[in-house]
Structures are given as C-alpha cells and as structure tokens.
C-alpha cells in the first residue's frame, strides 16, 4: 500500500438496509456485492470487475441514536495510524473513532478543524483496491470537499497528507481549488453555502453513460437532486441521493439525457453547489436569474 499513502484507497458505506443497498449501486454503477462478515461484524465488499473497491456495513446503533444518517466514508491510506490521529488533534482536528483493528486493516475516523469527516487506514486489507484507474467505470474518480472555508482549510490537508494545489488554481478568488496527491489530480475543495449544514466530502463514481445511469438512479428507488450537467471538457456529472439517504455523485460521458426531473423540494440539496462542477471548472450558466 505505500504507493497509496496519503491518497482515497477506501470507500465504506454507513447505511441502515445492507441488502437493499447492494443492490440499488450494483443496479446503478454496477458494482458486484460480496459478502465478507466476520463473527462480529456484518459487511460486505462492492468490487468494479474483479476488483474491490469499496464496502458495505450497518450504520452503528450508537450513530443513529445521536442523528447520524447514511453516508459514504472515505478511507486515506497512512503509514503509522497512531501518529497520524496524533497530528491531526496537533492541527486543530478532532478523531472520533480513536485507531482501531477493524476487518479492512487499522482505522481510524477522524474530522477536520471545520468539522467534515473521513477516515484513515493503514494494512488495508484490500491493497489492489484503487491501483490507478481514477477514470475507469466502476471506480471513484473524483474527490470533492465542501469547506466551511475552502481558503483555510487546505492547508490542515497539505500539512497532513502532503497534498498539493494544482497549479493554475491558486488564486484565493478562485471558487474551486484543485488538488492533488502524490502528483495525481484527485479532486476539489469549494466553500460550501451557507444553506448547507455541515462540510462534507462528496465522492463521483464513474459510469460508462449518465444520462442511462440517472435513469437507473430513479428506477432503483434513488433520486437525481442535481444534472445531469455537462461540464467544458465533456464530461457529465449528476449528484444524486440513495434510497437510504447517502449522498453521492456520478461521471461519466454523455448520453440520453431524459432522466425525470425532480420536484422542487428535491432541488433544495442540489442548489447548494450554485453554477459550481466538479473537476475545478465553473459552469456559466446561459442566462442569469
């Protein structure tokens, strides 16, 4: 795994119906579901072909007694888990789930100062789960934070991970920074809305036709709260909900595009982005309201 240190090498979905869950992404991006429990714990692995890529497991009791709602986890590989928890509380963030043994290698979830959760790894179980192919289908392709303060809290994840803004990006008025690590562009960070409660990461699975996928989301019992919308390099993004409540986010090429709208009350959660896609590109919108 040391080729994936301080990069996304995990995915884990916290939901409340691990059987209806499976099948809603296997319809959609069409992950293959394996059962993988142990005596103590019920999970199962999503793999993209032969290759494992994220997984599935109940959201805790103790989590949903305290409000927590279904939500994907993001995983960044590190070398000593101790130490990194540690410097985490240094920078001014917190952990919440302190290093622990788990079925996947040693974890650990964490929060940063403005209060946006992942997690960390180290011996993950699955050491083949992302080698490249960022742009595959199947896979996460993109990597997307909502800051309290995309301008402050770079450099929390530079300082931890080594992370880097691309170049070109650097402009503190510039209302999407791109980032990468170990050389490779992953993702972007944005100053979220007020209207949105919380910071958030937000993570793109990659599929062969939006327009095709969006429709699926909707048939499988999820919804499309935003897209499909067509970003400058060609590429097509669509920022959905599952029917459990995880957020998530698909890319891909274009396609037919008649995927139902949805209702405005619907829009509420997709309107937090503004004219903003991913990948660092600003969407002009064709007529100003």
């Known amino acids: 795994m040391a080729d994936q240190l301080g990069q ?5 979905l916290l939901t409340t119906d691990l059987a209806a869950a499976g099948a809603f992404y296997g319809e959609v991006v069409g992950w293959g579901v394996q059962d993988a429990s142990t005596s103590k714990l019920t ?17 805790p009791e103790e989590g949903r007694r305290l409000g927590a709602t279904p939500r994907w986890l993001g995983y960044v590989a590190v070398d000593d888990m101790d130490a990194t928890a540690a410097r985490i509380r240094r920078l001014g963030g917190a952990v919440l789930l302190p290093p622990t043994d788990s079925n996947i290698g040693r974890v650990s979830v964490v929060a940063d100062p403005q209060k946006a959760t992942f997690a960390l790894v180290s011996g993950l179980t699955y050491r083949h789960a992302q080698p490249g ?3 595959q289908p199947g896979r996460v392709g993109w990597h997307e934070l909502l800051a309290e303060d995309r301008n402050k809290i770079f450099d929390f994840y530079g300082a931890l991970f080594g992370w880097q803004k691309d170049s070109g990006e650097t402009d503190p008025e510039d209302l999407y920074q791109l980032f990468s690590a170990s050389g490779q562009t ?12 919380q910071p958030c990461w937000l993570y793109y699975f990659n599929v062969d036709d939006i327009g095709a996928a969006a429709n699926r989301v909707h048939k499988a019992g999820g919804r499309v709260l935003q897209g499909p ?18 957020l998530f986010a698909l890319q891909g090429a274009g396609g037919h595009h008649d995927a139902e ?14 004219d903003i896609a ?12």
């Not at 999970?43 to 959201?59: C, F, I, N, Q, T």
């Not at 992953?186 to 409660?197: A, D, E, I, N, R």
């Not at 919308?229 to 995880?246: H, K, M, N, S, Y």
């Not at 990948?279 to 100003?288: A, D, V, Y």
């Open 278 to 289: 991913s990948q660092g590109r600003m969407l002009l919108p064709k007529t100003k309201r």
């Open 186 to 197: 992953v993702g972007g960070m944005l100053t979220k809305l007020p209207s949105v409660p």
């Open 229 to 246: 919308i067509e970003l400058t390099d060609g590429c097509w993004i669509a920022r959905c909900v599952d029917p459990q409540g995880g």
């Open 261 to 274: 709208q949805p209702s405005a009350s619907e829009v509420t959660w997709s309107a937090k982005w503004g």
């Open 133 to 135: 192919g960022l742009d």
């Open 43 to 59: 999970y199962s692995v999503l793999s993209a072909g032969d290759v494992p890529v994220g997984g599935l497991m109940e959201l």
């Open 8 to 12: 996304f090498a995990w995915y884990e």
